[in-house]
């Protein structure tokens, strides 16, 4: 993983790029000694963040998003891979204002970070959304960085899976809601993460044992913030009473 790339010829983006015996190696012990996933995602954060290649860090992130789906922590290497997502933007927003003429192996010998960087950036992106899937203050911090949003927002269309990077990020965290049962008297009051929609919102307020996500990394964010007593679920009830019958 240390060596530079140098010739177009090595830049892969299916499996057999994961061929390297030090990739096979860490995925080995990271199966073996599963409390030392983390670890080994503070030593890519350090890769990522240090002077490397950039076809080599795109590897990196999708190792580190494959160990984060095994349980490793984001919270440590979160932040350098969104850093990297927005370098590896930045190269494709120069890869796509080339001539569209120019073949990529002339893109290589011309600017050959761009072309590794389009190569690997569905394992960037995807990392991203494994990463800030789970990790609130990830997302957080990333809509704060308005010359990432731009790139996001102008390559979305241009870059697999990028537009899904978007979509959460569009999404609302810490939003409260309030479900009651008239009938029992009773109630809770919820606070949700990443929610999109109303649709959204629906479908993920359902009990897991009925409706299981196809990803747990989507899996309903939600806290209990307050069981309800039987006044407070009769006052709710009666203002939603009184509000759908003003917007009858």
Same mark, same amino acid.
């Given at each position: 993983?240390?060596?530079?790339?140098?010739?177009?010829?090595?830049?892969?983006?299916?499996?057999? =790029?994961?061929?390297?015996?030090?990739? #096979?190696?860490?995925?080995?012990?990271?199966?073996? &000694?599963?409390?030392?996933?983390?670890?080994?995602?503070?030593?890519?954060?350090?890769?990522?963040?240090?002077?490397?290649?950039?076809?080599?860090?795109?590897?990196?992130? !999708? !190792?580190?998003?494959?160990?984060?789906?095994?349980?490793?922590?984001?919270?440590?290497?979160?932040?350098?891979?969104? #850093?990297?997502?927005?370098? &590896?933007?930045?190269? /494709?927003?120069?890869?796509?204002?080339?001539?569209?003429?120019?073949?990529? @192996?002339?893109?290589?010998?011309?600017?050959?970070?761009?072309?590794? @960087?389009?190569?690997?950036?569905?394992?960037?992106?995807?990392?991203?959304?494994?990463?800030?899937?789970?990790?609130?203050? =990830?997302?957080?911090?990333?809509?704060?960085?308005?010359?990432?949003?731009?790139?996001?927002?102008?390559?979305?269309?241009? !870059?697999?899976?990028? &537009?899904?990077?978007?979509?959460?990020?569009?999404?609302?965290?810490?939003?409260?809601?309030? @479900?009651? &049962?008239?009938?029992?008297?009773?109630? !809770? #009051? /919820?606070?949700?993460?990443?929610?999109?929609?109303?649709?959204?919102?629906?479908?993920?307020?359902?009990? /897991?044992?009925?409706?299981?996500?196809?990803?747990? =990394?989507?899996?309903?964010?939600?806290?209990?913030?307050?069981?309800?007593?039987?006044?407070?679920?009769?006052?709710?009830?009666?203002?939603?009473?009184?509000?759908?019958?003003? @917007? #009858?």
């Amino acid at each position: 993983m240390q060596q530079d790339v140098q010739r177009q010829e090595e830049v892969k983006a299916d499996a057999s =790029a994961f061929q390297d015996s030090s990739i #096979r190696e860490l995925f080995l012990h990271a199966k073996a &000694h599963p409390k030392q996933i983390d670890g080994l995602l503070g030593s890519i954060a350090d890769f990522l963040d240090g002077e490397a290649d950039t076809y080599k860090k795109g590897l990196a992130c !999708i !190792i580190a998003g494959t160990l984060v789906e095994k349980g490793g922590d984001p919270a440590g290497i979160v932040g350098a891979v969104v #850093r990297q997502l927005e370098r &590896h933007l930045i190269l /494709l927003e120069a890869y796509f204002q080339q001539d569209d003429e120019l073949s990529l @192996a002339e893109r290589f010998q011309t600017a050959p970070d761009t072309v590794k @960087a389009q190569v690997t950036s569905d394992f960037v992106v995807l990392a991203t959304m494994t990463m800030i899937c789970r990790d609130k203050q =990830a997302r957080i911090e990333l809509r704060q960085n308005q010359q990432l949003i731009r790139l996001i927002e102008e390559l979305e269309e241009q !870059i697999d899976n990028l &537009h899904f990077v978007n979509i959460v990020l569009g999404s609302e965290d810490d939003l409260e809601v309030v @479900a009651l &049962h008239p009938e029992t008297s009773t109630g !809770i #009051r /919820l606070r949700l993460s990443m929610v999109q929609n109303n649709f959204h919102l629906f479908t993920r307020s359902w009990d /897991l044992s009925f409706c299981v996500p196809v990803h747990n =990394a989507l899996t309903p964010q939600a806290e209990l913030v307050e069981v309800l007593s039987c006044e407070q679920v009769k006052a709710w009830t009666e203002k939603i009473v009184e509000q759908w019958e003003k @917007a #009858r």
